[in-house]
């Protein structure tokens, strides 16, 4: 990808929104490395996967010689982004948003490179120029800058401002304040000429090379990225279970792995032009491939390997994949308790049983079955296993062997339906 390709390319793989002065931005790149950044707020102590595009447009910029800053909102985190929100936002204490503030950092760091010279990536906190500034030099330096008749008629805060019951109030009213003076302050700063975000940050985008010019006479740049939605219409990275988060705690490498296999043939390859470094003709060439063999596509596990070892690395990956194999074939030997513990997290169906509890007991409270008599009659059809093993005994009850690492039984059902018990 060349820089002066760079805003071309993104347009080609279909993660490029809207863009200020293209013409004039596509010749600063050309001219050589410039400095971008992109804001996350901390609104809950992990980044999602509607995080992870922006992230990687600023790792798409670095790869090209541009040095990228992540910028978390250790300030602007506390007053709340009315971005197309119907309700205002619940406002967090700074202790938590600190403490948000610190594990964002660790998710965002491994994704770009901090130690390549000029390019070397910043993680910054808007925090640190917000925390001193008194509300009257707020006022004055900043406010005076920003018409009311302009922001009210920016299409967030309409929106806010016909609903009777919910409204908007001053707090979240002057986040565009805050974000616009951060793109002036950067600049500044580092000699930021870029930012990125999504598209509902286009208007705070906008206010911040506004910002930026009046305050420093200097010309910048804005850069969006879509939203992004699924073929079916319902929101990227939301399933019936919640968001898919970056931290292993809030969603299991396991569970983010069978999120990218059950990827939607008509989304796969559009995702793998959003979420990897693949190059557009090996993308292009994997659908032609996949649409003339007679067996299953191959883009999914393709994107599903490529996303989770970015994610959580070579070993997430290899106990994803364990634990995927392991469940498809009925075979659970390899299993480590780290693997069953994922399952329990977010895997599948969990209950939690005391020790006298018989195989009936087991299959009710797991959900497997709905009726002692129906246990009986599938137990003894032979389509039960214990820990992989067949088991057609319906008085039977369980023994110290059973329980895997002393805690845990995998039940199945036939060949798809499975339930762990965590004995008590």
């Known amino acids: 990808m060349e820089n002066e390709n760079l805003i071309k390319q993104l347009q080609e793989r279909g993660i490029l929104a809207q863009v200020t ?3 004039e931005l596509i010749k600063r790149l050309a001219e050589g490395p410039l400095t971008l950044y992109c804001g996350f707020d901390p609104t809950a102590d992990s980044l999602h996967l509607g995080h992870l595009v922006p992230l ?10 541009h040095k990228p800053i992540a910028l978390l909102g250790g300030a602007t985190g506390l007053i709340g982004d009315p971005c197309f929100k119907a309700n205002e936002r619940r406002l967090n204490t700074q ?3 600190s403490e948000w503030v610190t594990k964002i950092r660790r998710q965002v760091t491994p994704l770009l490179n901090f130690d390549c010279d000029e390019k070397s990536a910043i993680v910054a906190n808007n925090y640190d120029w917000f925390q001193n500034m008194n509300i009257i030099t707020f006022l004055r330096d900043i406010g005076k800058y920003f018409s009311v008749n302009q922001m009210v008629k920016k299409e967030t805060i309409k929106q806010r401002l016909i609903q009777d019951k919910a409204g908007i109030s001053f ?3 002057s986040y565009n304040l805050l974000q616009a003076y951060d793109f002036a302050n950067l600049n500044k700063l580092y000699g930021v000429e870029l930012q990125i975000g999504g598209s509902d940050q286009w208007g705070n985008i906008i206010s ?8 420093h006479q200097k010309q910048v740049w804005g850069l969006t990225l879509p ?3 699924k073929a079916d219409g319902t929101k990227f990275g939301k399933t019936e279970h919640g968001s898919i988060w970056l931290d ?5 490498p396991y569970r983010f792995y069978q999120f990218w296999m059950n990827t939607a043939d008509k989304d796969v390859y559009k995702f793998l032009k959003f979420f990897t470094f693949m190059h557009l003709n090996e993308i292009n060439a994997l659908e032609e491939k996949d649409k003339n063999s007679c067996k299953a596509p191959n883009a999914q596990r393709i994107l599903a390997d490529l996303v989770t070892r970015m994610i959580h690395g070579t070993e997430g990956l290899a106990a994803a994949k364990r634990i995927t194999n392991s469940l498809f074939y009925g075979i659970i030997g390899e299993l480590t308790k780290a693997d069953f513990n994922q399952l329990a997290q977010d895997g599948i169906p969990m209950i939690k049983l005391k020790r006298t509890a018989d195989l009936i007991d087991a299959l009710i409270y797991g959900e497997l079955q709905k009726s002692r008599r129906q246990a009986r009659k599938t137990i003894a059809s032979n389509a039960i296993s214990i820990n992989g093993h067949k088991q057609s005994n319906p008085e039977y009850r369980f023994n110290d062997t059973d329980r895997l690492f002393g805690i845990f039984t995998l039940l199945r059902r036939g060949k798809k339906d499975y339930c762990l018990v965590c004995w008590t």
């Not at 990687?56 to 010689?65: A, I, S, T, V, Y």
Request: hydrophobic residues 30%; charged residues 30%; aromatic residues 6%.
């Open 21 to 23: 002065h293209r013409e």
């Open 56 to 65: 990687l447009c600023l790792k798409r910029f670095q790869l090209e010689g």
């Open 95 to 97: 202790e938590t948003v």
């Open 248 to 252: 292993s705690n809030k969603t299991s």
């Open 227 to 229: 939203l992004i939605t």
């Open 171 to 173: 707090t979240e009213f």
């Open 208 to 215: 911040g090379i506004d910002l930026t010019r009046r305050l």
